[in-house]
């Protein structure tokens, strides 16, 4: 078995509490819906890498609020989360994602419940229910 590797995303929420979910092209990895996430390049912190990845398989430029606290085990990685705002859409998401959307908490959990992989799925659930309470306990609710 190859060991976990570390990646970084983010959980994009819009001030009306809809979340940024994405579609991997081909279903990748048995996932239907979840969020953006991937491994550093050389150098780069894990802020960095969650706004890189972000942009690149969503289109949209995000910026950080807080970090989601805790690690999430998935089928190949051990990641961390960051809860986002969108700053603006800036292009068309990339190879890797077939289509994006904001949806609110109950649609995101219904489609996140499509996931065949439990591993992911179980993560991308725990991983939005844990930002939402994070949006919530905010001192400035309007940051998100």
Sequence with gaps: MLPLTRSYGGVVMASDRRVLLREPSGHFGGCVWTFAKGRPEPGESP???????????????????????????????????FLMRPVEMVSDPGFE?????????DEARRRIALSSCDVSRRRDL???????????????????
């Design 97 to 105: 994602t077939s289509l994006v959307l904001w949806v609110s908490r």
């Design 47 to 81: 802020e960095d890498t969650a706004v890189r990845e972000v942009l690149e398989e969503t289109g949209w430029r995000a910026s950080i609020v807080a970090r989601i606290p805790g690690d999430y085990l998935g089928a190949h990685t051990i990641s961390q989360y």
């Design 126 to 144: 725990l991983v939005m229910e844990q930002a939402f309470s994070l949006a919530t306990a905010l001192p400035n609710r309007s940051a998100v």
